[in-house]
């Protein structure tokens, strides 16, 4: 019985090495995965809540100041790579929030973009001429997915609003309605999607840009019943609390 016992006990203690071992090499096999770096982690992080700040513009209870600060800690985060590539998408990233939301200053151009556009592959190029509504048949290819079927009935000179429509991305969708306009490709069903779109959302800084284009639009037609209704939109729009 001793031995019987001793034996039962030498197998337990090996089948324990064995589960050991067992786990190291799972660990081992888990590892071979590098991690996301830190600084991709930092810089996607500070991107999502600046763009959120941006456009839900609340300045009453979120200072402008918020959102600017998110932005200096996202630049922060990709400089310690030293690519101007990756600085670039974080600038085109956040002008798009900018140009959806018909920033006279970003509609021009991308300034945070501007200084490293010397260093920017094609893509990046392509996309920059897509949110000012410049991009060519030749760039539609180069675009993320989302924006290609727009962008190539954009560069055609006939964009279709089922086309906007149709687009599951809130931003993606500001941002391509955006681009009609620069292009002067937008329909007042456009513009209406447009705010709608940033209606649905609680966006409220492109819908008050967007409101805006829709006012214009209502004036310059003499609806001055849809003129009304559009002004107690931006009424309320405007309060915050």
Known sequence: MRLIHKTAWV???????LAMIAAIVALGGCSSTPPTPQWQIDASDSLRRATESYLEGRVKNIPVQVFEADMKRARESVSATGRPAQLGRIELAFCAAQVASLDAKALDQCAGFASVRNDAPLADLAYERHLHGRASPADVEALPEQHRAAAAQLASGSLK???????????????????????????????????????????????????????????????????????????IASTTR
């Open 161 to 235: 609003f089922e086309t906007l429509a149709a687009m599951p991305d809130a931003l993606s969708r500001l941002v391509a309605a955006a681009a009609a306009l620069q292009a002067k490709q937008a329909s007042p069903a456009i513009v209406n999607l447009a705010v709608e779109t940033a209606s649905q959302q609680g966006w409220r800084r492109p819908l008050l840009a967007w409101l805006g284009v829709q006012l214009k639009l209502a004036q310059a037609a003499n609806d001055a019943p849809a003129a009304t209704a559009i002004e107690r939109r931006i009424q």
């Open 11 to 17: 197998c337990l203690l090996f089948a324990a090495k």
